[in-house]
């Protein structure tokens, strides 16, 4: 375990590096640093000692060891917009879109994969025919729509759950949470089904496919040879032979879940990081978006590295002494 | 002459295609004894599988059982309620297939799988169970069983796989086994000591046997009966040496000629010309008379039925009655 697991930080850390170079190129090369900071009236002389001072002058890699330095720390410097640094602004922004994007993962898991068994299991059943036509358009329809029509529909014409916004929220140490609050999960429910619903989708449909695929291999075959129950064979067996792909598949969409929720938590008015990020790019907020950025690989890497844990535990052939590979297929 | 353990009788299994029905096994009839090895041999496509699959209840859909009684000491199985027929699987007829590297599942440690399996049929506890696993690993011949226990299926060679799989196929000491090639996939030179495994263990816990292959010289080392199938129908059935030795119908004749043995002088290897027909195209009468180097008229129009000639029974038009 330890030589796989930390081969892989390694390669964690490389990546974060090539991330961090191309944040550090857009913050020191996008547009002049200086320029975003001063007025118009200031002198030449008082930039070039900003210059100086920011270490603009300093060689290229020197820079760049700071910045990454910096960023380990967790400053990313001042946002244009706000004048304010980044790294607060992301505290205040960040529970929303990770509250938003967890409970979505969590909805497109409890609901998808169970849904994918069934599926799975009864292949041609009513049901089945209904969730895979259900699927389909979960899969064509764009986010945006799914969340104007969630709208129009729950929240112009039934007027059960607003429309914008996270509803009260409840302070925990640093932490904002809306999972406390009658309005705050009122608030989460449409946006959370939005950007989970394409998600629920996919591993609906994987989880189909895969158990179709498990069910007919030689050791299910065996299996019911042995008179051991469906309940078992289906859950024991088939299910947990799935599951490999599906953490790969999850752990992806947990990282596209937080980088998508750009678009719901637009149209929602989501007070998150990605609402944060776009109006960012409207206003070329530099430090905002190289932090952005950087912050979203950081998930990715790390969601990575959790996804690769897990085959570890699932897998026992990646566990192996690799002397003896094993045959598979 | 004791009762039979099981009772083919007139078994017909079809698939319902775009095409038409397909009638892949067609009026087969044969008994199995307590205790006893019974041969099943013919080329690819003759339907030995499915005939297997249709005992134990497993036939996939399309295929079904169009005819036919299946009876265990009497007692008919095949029209049994799904759950009945499942206790019945591995608990009275056990099933060991052809690819003892596909046949475990990789995330379970085969000692998992063997306590689930005798937890499913008996009352035992876990720690029962698990001494009963490591002694059955040790029947199979694995070495240091309680240890090997512990381990995952892709830890373990080809061949001691499938000594796992035979170990698992008679945990809970089922009454009769179907053994569906169970050496094709391994390699040539532990095939032997597998089937002389299987022997030897069914004959000390007393279960009988059906052995699927399409090895006439595996079939004449170890079984008691044999019958020889082509496209979906017994073409002869007897006493493995009468077979072996004075096969009487020209399909069964050829496939002799095509045992490679070491014990026997062969005269001349007479392999049979051709395959075995497609079921959308199943010759008239004799369903041999294409390749059969002895087929005249009457085979291209009739179809012969087993008759008795000698110890065996035999279809073919060579011993029919004229009727
Ligand atoms: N699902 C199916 N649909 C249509 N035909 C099938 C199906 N399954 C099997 N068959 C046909 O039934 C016939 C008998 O198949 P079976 O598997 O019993 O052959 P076998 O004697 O075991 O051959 P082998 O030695 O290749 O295993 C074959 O011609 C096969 O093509
Ligand atoms: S019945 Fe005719 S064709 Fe068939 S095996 Fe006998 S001789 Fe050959
Ligand atoms: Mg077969």
Request: with cysteine.
């Amino acid at each position: 375990m330890p030589a796989f697991i930390i081969r892989r930080l390694a390669q964690s850390v490389f990546v974060m590096l090539v991330v961090a170079m191309v944040a550090f190129l857009m913050f020191n090369y996008v547009g002049d640093p200086v320029h975003q900071m001063v007025g118009i009236e200031t002198s030449m002389q008082e930039r070039e000692a900003l210059r100086e001072a920011l270490g603009l002058n300093d060689p290229p890699l020197v820079q760049f060891a700071r910045f990454v330095g910096h960023a380990v720390q967790g400053k990313f410097g001042l946002s244009y917009q706000y004048k304010r640094p980044v790294a607060e602004l992301f505290e205040e922004r960040l529970p929303a879109t990770l509250e938003l994007s967890l409970v979505a993962a969590l909805f497109s898991l409890v609901i998808g994969i169970p849904m994918g068994v069934y599926t799975g299991l009864h292949r041609s059943g009513f049901l089945s025919r209904i969730f895979m036509t259900f699927s389909l358009i979960g899969i064509s329809l764009p986010t945006f729509l799914i969340g104007i029509l969630l709208i129009f529909v729950f929240a112009v014409i039934l007027g059960w759950l607003p429309s914008y916004g996270r509803g009260e929220v409840v302070a925990i140490g640093g932490w904002t949470t809306g999972l406390l609050t009658i309005s705050g999960l009122k608030a989460l429910i449409m946006p959370a089904i939005t950007l989970g619903m394409f998600q629920l989708t996919l591993i609906m449909r994987l989880i189909r496919s895969e158990m179709l695929e498990v069910l007919r291999t030689d050791y299910i075959k065996f299996a019911r040879a042995r008179g051991l129950t469906d309940r078992a064979i289906n859950f024991g067996h088939a299910l947990k032979n799935t599951l490999v792909p599906v953490i790969t598949i999850t752990g992806l969409q947990i990282g596209s879940i937080i980088a998508f929720a750009i678009i719901t938590e637009t149209v929602f008015q989501w007070p998150g990081m990605g609402l944060l990020f776009l109006q960012a790019i409207h206003n070329v907020d530099i430090p905002i978006m190289s932090a952005y950025l950087i912050l979203v690989a950081f998930f990715f890497v790390v969601i990575n590295l959790i996804v690769d844990i897990l085959y570890y535990v699932v897998d026992p052939r990646l566990r192996v002494d690799m002397g003896k590979a094993g045959g598979h297929g | 002459m004791s009762e039979p353990l099981l009772n083919v009788a007139h078994l017909r299994i079809e698939f319902n295609t775009r095409r038409g029905t397909l009638v892949a096994v067609d009026d087969i009839s044969f008994d199995v004894m307590p205790g006893e090895v019974f041969g099943v041999v013919g080329e690819s496509g003759a339907g030995k599988s499915l005939t297997g699959q249709a005992i134990i209840g497993l036939l996939e859909p399309p295929g079904r059982i169009a005819a036919g009684e299946i009876r265990l000491d009497g007692r008919r199985i095949d029209n049994l309620p799904y759950g009945q027929m499942r206790r019945l699987r591995g608990r009275q007829i056990g099933m060991i297939f052809q690819d003892p590297l596909t046949s475990l599942n990789p995330l379970y440690t085969v000692g998992r799988q063997l306590v689930e399996t005798i937890q499913t049929h008996t009352s035992m506890n876990h720690e029962e169970a698990r001494r009963r696993a490591v002694a059955l690993l040790e029947d199979v011949g694995i070495p240091a069983a309680d240890k090997r226990i512990d381990h995952y299926p892709h830890q373990f060679s080809g061949g001691m796989r499938q000594r796992v799989v035979i170990a698992l196929a008679l945990c809970a000491n089922p009454r009769l086994v179907i053994a569906d090639e169970p050496t094709t996939a391994l390699d040539v030179s532990i095939q032997a000591q597998i089937i002389l495994l299987l022997k030897q263990l069914c004959e000390q816990y007393d279960t009988a046997v059906i052995l699927i292959t399409h090895d006439m010289g595996v079939i004449a080392e170890i079984s008691d009966r044999v019958a020889v199938m082509y496209a979906g129908r017994i073409v002869e059935i007897g006493g493995v040496r009468e077979v072996v030795k004075n096969a009487r119908h020209p399909y069964a004749r050829g496939l002799m000629g095509a045992i490679p043995s070491l014990h026997r002088r062969v005269e001349k290897l007479n392999q049979i010309d051709g395959s075995m027909p497609r079921l959308t195209e199943i010759p008239s009468g004799c369903a041999f008379h294409p390749r059969c180097p002895q087929a005249f008229e009457r085979c291209r129009r009739e179809r012969p039925d087993l008759v008795r000639v000698g110890e065996s029974q035999v279809a073919c038009w060579l011993y029919g009655r004229t009727s």
